[in-house]
């Protein structure tokens, strides 16, 4: 009996507690559905248009192992990704063997970022919990605090994967930045599965300008599920290697 008050008092409270790296998360959404174990072996690399949004500007770059291949020095190589170099700030939300993918979209006075990361994730609650985390802390392309309570998402094409939005008021987002105004509050909708974290959000200039709202969360939720099912593709050995990644030449990232 008293088990299964415990166990009723869990399911009513909704808060599930994870520790991963650096971060310690509480969450208020209710238990996470499933994710389909399919999601794995996938990477991401940014679609030319998310649907009226066309791309200007991305980072693609692999900071796992695979990028040793075809490096000047294989052996130098490895002990920068998996000593000197190691991917941190990455393996903390829960990727290993990541790789970043970042881009900027335009439609009009609205800019859509994308802040992804793919590779190998064994907990892709604890890695949608983390980036929301990290977003919070200032230490993505987004750059804000995180206000309100989360929602979970399911568009079209999502199926078997975690998405939830939440809004956040933002003083940086990619190259989006307002500087000395007042911050503006976006959604940000987060999915995750067992290869692929992405954070996705929209930045209406009028919103900087003269306080505008800007996309609901929904309309937010259906540009990242867009992304998903257009960006995603099967990774396969030799797809990245040192300088290249999926045809693209590794690029430097944003300044932030």
Same mark, same amino acid.
């Given at each position: 009996?008293?088990?299964?008050?415990?166990?009723?008092?869990?399911?009513?409270?909704?808060?599930?507690?994870?520790?991963?790296?650096?971060? *310690?998360?509480?969450?208020?959404?209710?238990?996470?559905?499933?994710?389909?174990?399919?999601?794995?072996?996938?990477?991401?690399?940014?679609?030319?248009? *998310?649907?009226?949004? /066309?791309?200007?500007?991305?980072?693609?770059?692999?900071?796992?192992?695979?990028?040793?291949?075809?490096?000047?020095?294989?052996?130098?190589?490895?002990?920068?990704?998996?000593?000197?170099?190691?991917?941190?700030?990455?393996?903390?939300?829960?990727?290993?063997?990541?790789?970043?993918?970042?881009?900027?979209?335009?439609?009009?006075?609205?800019?859509?970022?994308?802040?992804?990361?793919?590779?190998?994730?064994?907990?892709?609650?604890?890695?949608?919990?983390?980036?929301?985390?990290?977003?919070?802390?200032?230490?993505?392309?987004?750059?804000?605090?995180?206000?309100?309570? /989360?929602?979970?998402?399911?568009?079209?094409?999502?199926?078997? *994967?975690?998405?939830?939005?939440?809004?956040?008021?933002?003083?940086?987002?990619?190259?989006?930045?307002? /500087?000395?105004?007042?911050?503006?509050?976006?959604?940000?909708?987060?999915?995750?599965?067992?290869?692929?974290?992405?954070?996705?959000? *929209?930045?209406?200039?009028?919103?900087?300008?003269?306080?505008?709202?800007?996309?609901?969360?929904?309309?937010?939720?259906?540009?990242?599920?867009?992304?998903?099912?257009?960006?995603?593709?099967?990774?396969?050995?030799?797809?990245?290697?040192?300088?290249?990644?999926?045809?693209?030449?590794?690029?430097?990232?944003?300044?932030?």
């Amino acid at each position: 009996m008293r088990g299964s008050s415990i166990r009723r008092l869990r399911a009513l409270t909704g808060v599930a507690l994870a520790l991963t790296g650096s971060y *310690v998360l509480v969450s208020s959404v209710p238990p996470q559905q499933s994710v389909d174990r399919a999601t794995k072996g996938y990477m991401l690399t940014p679609a030319e248009s *998310v649907g009226h949004y /066309r791309k200007f500007s991305e980072h693609l770059q692999d900071l796992s192992t695979r990028e040793c291949e075809g490096a000047p020095s294989n052996a130098d190589c490895y002990v920068g990704r998996t000593e000197v170099g190691r991917p941190v700030r990455e393996e903390a939300i829960g990727v290993e063997e990541p790789a970043v993918a970042q881009a900027q979209y335009q439609y009009g006075r609205r800019t859509l970022l994308v802040d992804s990361l793919w590779g190998t994730i064994a907990d892709p609650a604890t890695a949608l919990e983390n980036l929301f985390r990290a977003i919070d802390d200032g230490d993505q392309a987004f750059s804000g605090k995180l206000v309100g309570s /989360r929602v979970r998402f399911t568009p079209a094409g999502t199926d078997g *994967v975690l998405m939830e939005c939440q809004d956040a008021d933002l003083k940086r987002m990619g190259s989006v930045k307002t /500087r000395s105004a007042p911050a503006i509050r976006v959604p940000i909708c987060v999915l995750a599965d067992y290869s692929i974290v992405a954070a996705v959000a *929209v930045a209406d200039s009028h919103q900087i300008r003269n306080g505008s709202p800007g996309l609901t969360r929904s309309e937010v939720a259906d540009l990242a599920a867009d992304l998903y099912t257009s960006s995603r593709t099967k990774y396969w050995h030799g797809v990245c290697t040192w300088l290249y990644c999926n045809g693209k030449r590794n690029e430097q990232p944003y300044d932030y």
